[in-house]
């Protein structure tokens, strides 16, 4: 069954580095989406990307966030400049979508980021 | 502001002891309700997909419904291999919105 693949499995980054955390998403999905989840918290939602433009995004999704999906298979996530409250699990999660119908998002197996 | 509110927080059952989780709403017009379990240390896997009030769905020992304010995982006869934590998420009709709302889930651990 085809999965959402993310890359690395676990960063460790220092507090002010940029940080990228890859996905490749289900091959015939057009929908892309980016969550993270603090230690012990909800799966919070961060950014929806469509047809190479982000559609929505968080609060939590500030200027030192940015998508990119830099050719046709990978969708990538960026952090700027790190800070320790950036630690969490990110998971990626893709999406295909007919006219009329709603369809599930999968989700990959995440990539646990630790800010030092 | 839409909500989703699991309970219990955890579960605790025996082999073959069936049970029901819990998931409450508040949202703006329900486009979807959508049922995940995640295992440890994993992403959501995603388990079934509710639209509309009187619904259910199956699959093996898992049966959700759905309600205008809540929906429940029923669990039959459940096994060891059930546990892991169950997250409810709902996704809002308003404004064509992508993003689902997750609760905190349902750590369910069955004893064999």
């Known amino acids: 069954e085809p999965e959402v693949t993310q890359t690395p499995s676990h960063q460790v980054t220092q507090m002010g580095q940029e940080v990228i955390l890859r996905c490749v998403p289900i091959s015939n999905h057009l929908y892309f989406y980016w969550y993270r989840q603090i230690l012990g918290q909800k799966v919070e939602f961060l950014v929806s990307?469509?047809?190479?433009?982000?559609?929505?995004k968080s609060e939590i999704f500030d200027d030192q966030f940015s998508v990119e999906r830099p050719d046709g298979s990978n969708f990538t996530l960026k952090i700027r400049s790190t800070k320790l409250e950036d630690s969490a699990m990110y998971f990626c999660?893709?999406?295909?979508?007919?006219?009329?119908?709603?369809?599930?998002?999968?989700f990959g197996d995440g990539t646990r980021l630790s800010i030092l | 502001e839409d909500q989703v509110t699991q309970s219990p927080e955890a579960l605790r059952l025996q082999e073959g002891e069936s049970s029901s989780l819990n998931c409450s709403y508040t949202v703006s017009g329900l486009r979807g309700l959508f049922w995940y379990r995640q295992d440890p240390g994993k992403g959501p896997e995603f388990l079934f997909t509710?639209?509309?009030a009187g619904e259910e769905k199956e699959k093996e020992r898992l049966k959700a419904t759905l309600t205008k304010k809540e929906s429940f995982l029923h669990i039959t006869a459940p096994k060891p291999e059930d546990s892991a934590t169950y997250l409810c998420a709902v996704q809002a009709m308003e404004g064509g919105s992508e993003k689902l709302v997750f609760g905190k889930g349902t750590k369910l651990t069955v004893n064999p």
């Open positions: 509710l639209y509309s």
């Open positions: 990307f469509y047809n190479n433009e982000i559609s929505e």
């Open positions: 999660a893709s999406a295909h979508r007919y006219i009329n119908s709603n369809q599930p998002q999968h």
